[in-house]
């Protein structure tokens, strides 16, 4: 019982794990979204700078649309690496969170 439940609880972890990084490219996605839009905005003749360590650097607009749109791309497939993870290790977890559940409450009755 207790090997089932520390396996259990591992996939837990795992699951939670999965949701921090699940949530930081959601995040991630929607700034660069968001950048995107702005560059789209932007006139062909405007100045766009990026920043590298503590200086500002000149950059082309195609070549930061660009830039942004493989951004857009990496994360958008680590995403879905991580959404195909979870739909894995999601549903035996959660029966097993259930295992869990049930063994805290017995013990403590």
Do not use: W
């Given at each position: 019982?207790?090997?089932?439940?520390?396996?259990?609880?591992?996939?837990?972890?795992?699951?939670?794990?999965?949701?921090?990084?699940?949530?930081?490219?959601?995040?991630?996605?929607?700034?660069?979204?968001?950048?995107?839009?702005?560059?789209?905005?932007?006139?062909?003749?405007?100045?766009?700078?990026?920043?590298?360590?503590?200086?500002?650097?000149?950059?082309?607009?195609?070549?930061?649309?660009?830039?942004?749109?493989?951004?857009?791309?990496?994360?958008?497939?680590?995403?879905?690496?991580?959404?195909k993870r979870e739909?894995?290790?999601?549903?035996?977890?959660?029966?097993?969170?259930?295992?869990?559940?049930?063994?805290?409450?017995?013990?403590?009755?």
């Amino acid at each position: 019982m207790a090997m089932a439940i520390s396996a259990a609880l591992r996939d837990l972890q795992q699951i939670a794990k999965n949701h921090q990084v699940r949530k930081k490219y959601t995040i991630q996605l929607g700034e660069n979204e968001l950048v995107l839009k702005e560059l789209d905005l932007l006139k062909e003749d405007a100045n766009v700078y990026k920043l590298i360590g503590p200086v500002l650097v000149k950059q082309d607009l195609a070549e930061a649309n660009a830039n942004v749109r493989k951004r857009i791309d990496y994360i958008s497939a680590e995403l879905l690496r991580v959404y195909k993870r979870e739909c894995k290790t999601y549903r035996p977890g959660k029966l097993k969170h259930n295992v869990v559940l049930k063994y805290y409450i017995f013990s403590e009755e």
